[in-house]
C-alpha cells in the first residue's frame, strides 16, 4: 500500500513484515527514530517481538548476536558513534556466520563531533565480512531490507547484511512508499531456519577457538560466501521483481550511461540529485551518465567492469575518505579498472559532502565539468579554506 | 567399559593440571544439567575448553567476545522468550574476574537492571590469567601480578584492594548473589541449584585457584582455596531478596599468613609484618562485616 510517510517509519514497516522475533537498540541521531517506530509497533500489539532496551550499542550487537545464534530471526539499528562502539561485535557476527539484518542510518564520525550525514561510519565495516547495500531513496530502503533477509538466510551465503541509508536525507525525510503486502513478504521469505544453532536437543559449540591449523580456512570459507552472494543477490533482486513488480536491489544501476563519455560513480541518495544533473547535460548534449553502486560489499568488480570500460572519462564521488589514502570507493574503483582492456583514460576522485554539507547540482555540474581536466584522485569539493 | 561418572563437561581439555576454574566449571554445568544454555566471555576457561575442532561442552555453547557473555545470554533469553522455551531451559553466563568485574561489568550491569532470568557465574582467579597473569580489579592487596611487579623501587605488588562485586550485584537489586570456593564442591552445587530456582538475575562469584598465576603446586588447589575462606580473606555469603541470608561460619580462624605463605605470588611481603598486618585487618573487617564467628549466647 502506498504511503506517505518518513524514512525511518518505512524502515519499521519494513522490518515488521519480515517477522523478527528480537530487535534490541541504543538510542543515536539519525537512527533513533527506526527503533522507536518498532518499539511503538511492538506496544500496539501489531508486531510480536521481544524489544530489549540495552545499555550501550556494543550490547545491542551482543543481543542480537545472541538470539539469531539461538535461531530466531533479529533486528539492530545504529549511527556513528554507535556504530563504532558495535564494531568488534559486527566482526564477530560475520566470523560466527549468523545471518543478522541491520539498518546503519548513515552519519559522520567524531572528532569534531557532527550529527549530520555522511557515509564514513558504515565505511569502516566495509572488511568485516558484512554484506553492504547502500539505498537510494526510500523505496529502495524498504526493498532491500525485505530483500537483506533473504540474501543473508541464503545457504550458500550466511552472512549479516547491513542496510545503509543516508542519515537524515533518507530517515528523516517523507516520501510516497510502498510497502508490501505480508502475504507477499510471507511468499518471498519463508520462515528462519537455522542449523547450526543454540539448541538443549542437539548441543553444539559455537564460536570456538581456533589456532593457524584451522584459521585461514574460515576466513576463506567467508571470502567464498561474499563470491556466492555476487551470484545469489540479482538473483534475489529477480524474485524481488517477480512477486513485488519492481525492479530494486542487485548489485549496481547505470543511468544512461550506455553512449556516456563521463559517468559518476557514486553510492546512497546523491544519486538522485546526481541522475537530475545528468538529464540536464544530456538536454544540453553531453554525454554524461551514472553509475549507482547498491552492492559495496561485496564488490562486483566485474559487472562494474563491464559498466564502465568503456566509458573515457570517470569519477567516484563519495561521503568518506580514507585519511592518508583517497575513497574507499575510489581505491576500490582503481584496483578494478586498473590495467584492463577499453577506453577508460581517467579515474578522477572527489569527496563531498562530508559532516552533512549540502551537495548542490552546481557542485555536481563542476565535478563533470573538472573531468575533462587533469586526473585527481582526493579532491574535496567545496573546500572553503582561508 | 563402564562409565564412571557423566558429565556435561568432558576431560581431554588443554586446562593446566590443578586449575580450579575446571573443577568449578565442571561442577555448575553438571549441576544446571542437559537442558542449559551457556555464554562464555573470552579467557582460559574458553580457550581450553573449545579449541576447533573439539569441545569439552555436552551443552549448547557459544562464545563471542572477552566482554559480553552478559548482553549475548540477555539475547539468547529474548529469543527463548520468543520461542516460548525460556520456562524449560537454564541460560548460564559465565567468565573470569577480568570478564566480569572490569571489561564486562556495563554489560553485567545492564542485564542485572533489566532483569534477565539469568545466572551469571564469575571464575574469580584473580587476575588475566589467559593473557599471562596481569592484574584485575579483582586481583587482591600486595599480589605480585606480570603488571603488578615487584620491581626495584616499587615493590609493592598490586596496591588496591578487590573491587566488592558481591555487592555492586547487591546494590542492582537482584535476587541472588553468592560466593563460592572450588574449595567447598558441595557448597557450590547447592548454590548453583538455589540460583537456577529463581526466576530472575542471579550472580555466583566462585573463587578459584590457578596453580600457575598463584604459584603453588597443582595439588594444592583444594587447599589453598579453602585457606582463603578459613583465613575470613574470602568469605562464602549468600544475599537473598536484600538481605544476608546465609554465610559460612568459621569455626577456627586460621592467621591470613597461612595462606599468604601458600603461594607465589605473595612471597615479597612474608616478611613484612606491616603488609601482613595489613591484610590480616582485610579478614578482621570481613569477619566483623559479615558476622563469620559464632557468636556464643
Ligand atoms: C576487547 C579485548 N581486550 C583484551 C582481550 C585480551 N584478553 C583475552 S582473555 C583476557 C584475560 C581474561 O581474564 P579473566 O576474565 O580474568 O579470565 P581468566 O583467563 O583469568 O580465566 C584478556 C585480557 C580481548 N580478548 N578482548
Ligand atoms: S592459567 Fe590458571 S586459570 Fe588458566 S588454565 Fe592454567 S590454571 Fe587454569
Ligand atoms: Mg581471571
Redesign the interface.
Known amino acids: 500500500m502506498k504511503q506517505f510517510i518518513e524514512g525511518s517509519k518505512a524502515v519499521a514497516l519494513a522490518v515488521k513484515l519480515a517477522r523478527p522475533g528480537v530487535i534490541s537498540a541504543y538510542p543515536i541521531t539519525p537512527q533513533t527514530h527506526i527503533v522507536e517506530e518498532l518499539a511503538q509497533l511492538i506496544a500496539d500489539g501489531e508486531m510480536k517481538a521481544e524489544f530489549v532496551n540495552v545499555e550501550s550499542e556494543h550490547s545491542a550487537a551482543s543481543v542480537v548476536l545472541g538470539s539469531t545464534a539461538t535461531g530466531v530471526r533479529s533486528f539492530t539499528a545504529t549511527s556513528s558513534q554507535g556504530f563504532l562502539l558495535m564494531i568488534e561485535v559486527l566482526f564477530n557476527i560475520a566470523g560466527m556466520r549468523l545471518p543478522l539484518v541491520m539498518t546503519c542510518a548513515n552519519r559522520a564520525i567524531s572528532a569534531p563531533l557532527n550529527i549530520w550525514n555522511d557515509q564514513q561510519d558504515s565505511m569502516t565495516a566495509r572488511d568485516s565480512g558484512w554484506i553492504q547495500l547502500y539505498a537510494e531513496n526510500n523505496q529502495e530502503v524498504v526493498d532491500l531490507h525485505i530483500q537483506a533477509y533473504k540474501i543473508a538466510e541464503n545457504k550458500e551465503i550466511m552472512l549479516p547484511v547491513m542496510v545503509c541509508m543516508d542519515g537524515f536525507i533518507l530517515t528523516h525525510g517523507a516520501e510516497v512508499v510502498d510497502i508490501p503486502d505480508q502475504t507477499l513478504v510471507d511468499k518471498f521469505l519463508p520462515a528462519f531456519e537455522l542449523s547450526d544453532k543454540l539448541d538443549i536437543n542437539n548441543p553444539k559449540t559455537l564460536g570456538a577457538f581456533a589456532d593457524p591449523d584451522h584459521y585461514t580456512e574460515a576466513r576463506y570459507a567467508m571470502q567464498v560466501a561474499n563470491d556466492n552472494a555476487l551470484k545469489i543477490i540479482p538473483q534475489v533482486a529477480d524474485e524481488f521483481k517477480k512477486i513485488f513488480g519492481r525492479v530494486s536491489g542487485g548489485l549496481i544501476e547505470g543511468y544512461r550511461i550506455e553512449d556516456a563519455e563521463q559517468v559518476i560513480v557514486a553510492m546512497g541518495s546523491v544519486v538522485g540529485t546526481i541522475k537530475d544533473v545528468v538529464d540536464e547535460l544530456r538536454a544540453e548534449g553531453k554525454k554524461a551518465g551514472v553509475l549507482k553502486i547498491v552492492t559495496y560489499r561485496p564488490f562486483p568488480a566485474e559487472v562494474v567492469y563491464r559498466a564502465l570500460k568503456d566509458i573515457p572519462q570517470i569519477a567516484v564521488l563519495e561521503k568518506a575518505v580514507s585519511l592518508g589514502a583517497s575513497g574507499p570507493l575510489h581505491i576500490d574503483l582503481k584496483s578494478v579498472l586498473c590495467g584492463r582492456e577499453g577506453k577508460i583514460s581517467r579515474v578522477s576522485g572527489f569527496v563531498i559532502g562530508l559532516g552533512g554539507r549540502d551537495i548542490t547540482k552546481n557542485s555536481i555540474r563542476e565535478v563533470f565539468d573538472s573531468l575533462s581536466k587533469e586526473e585527481v584522485s582526493c579532491k574535496f569539493v567545496g573546500l572553503k579554506l582561508g | 567399559m563402564a562409565e564412571a561418572f557423566k558429565t556435561l563437561f568432558s576431560p581431554g581439555h588443554t586446562a593446566c593440571a590443578g586449575c580450579g576454574q575446571a573443577i568449578a566449571a565442571r561442577l555448575v554445568v553438571d549441576t544446571a544439567g ?4 551457556i ?1 562464555n566471555n573470552t579467557g582460559c576457561l ?2 581450553f575448553s ?4 573439539e ?1 569439552a ?9 572477552f ?2 557473555a ?7 533469553e ?6 516460548g522455551l525460556k520456562d524449560k ?1 537454564n541460560i548460564i553466563a559465565q567468565a573470569g574476574d577480568g570478564g566480569t568485574a572490569d571489561i564486562g561489568l ?2 553485567l ?2 542485564m542485572w ?2 532483569g534477565h532470568d539469568i545466572l551469571y557465574v564469575c571464575y574469580d582467579n584473580e587476575a588475566y590469567m589467559n593473557t599471562g597473569v596481569q592484574r584485575s580489579g579483582l586481583t587482591p592487596f600486595e599480589a605480585n601480578t606480570s603488571t603488578s611487579p615487584i620491581g626495584k623501587i616499587l615493590a609493592t605488588g598490586n596496591l588496591r584492594p578487590k573491587k566488592p562485586m558481591p555487592e555492586i550485584a547487591f546494590a542492582h537489586g537482584i535476587p541472588y548473589v553468592a560466593t563460592a570456593s572450588v574449595g567447598y564442591p558441595q557448597d557450590i552445587q547447592r548454590k548453583v541449584k538455589k540460583a537456577l530456582a529463581i526466576k530472575g538475575p542471579k550472580y555466583i562469584q566462585i573463587h578459584v585457584s590457578c596453580p600457575l598465576g598463584w604459584r603453588h603446586a597443582p595439588n594444592l588447589t583444594l587447599d589453598v582455596s579453602k585457606l582463603a575462606v578459613e583465613t575470613g580473606l574470602y568469605p562464602l555469603i549468600e544475599y537473598e531478596n536484600g538481605k544476608l541470608t546465609q554465610v559460612r561460619k568459621l569455626t577456627k580462624v586460621k592467621p591470613v599468613e597461612e595462606y599468604l605463605k601458600s603461594q607465589g605470588r605473595f612471597k615479597h611481603i612474608l616478611n613484612s609484618p606491616d603488609a601482613i598486618k595489613l591484610i590480616q585487618a582485610i579478614a578482621d573487617s570481613n569477619i566483623e562485616k559479615y558476622g563469620l564467628i559464632e557468636k556464643k549466647a
Request: charged share 15%.
Open positions: 542437559a537442558n542449559t544454555i555464554a574458553e580457550v573449545a579449541k576447533y575442532p569441545t561442552w555436552g551443552v549448547p555453547w557459544i562464545h563471542s567476545l566482554e559480553n552478559a548482553a549475548v545470554a540477555s539475547g539468547i529474548a529469543a527463548l522468550k520468543y520461542l531451559i556495563q554489560a550491569s545492564g537492571e533489566r
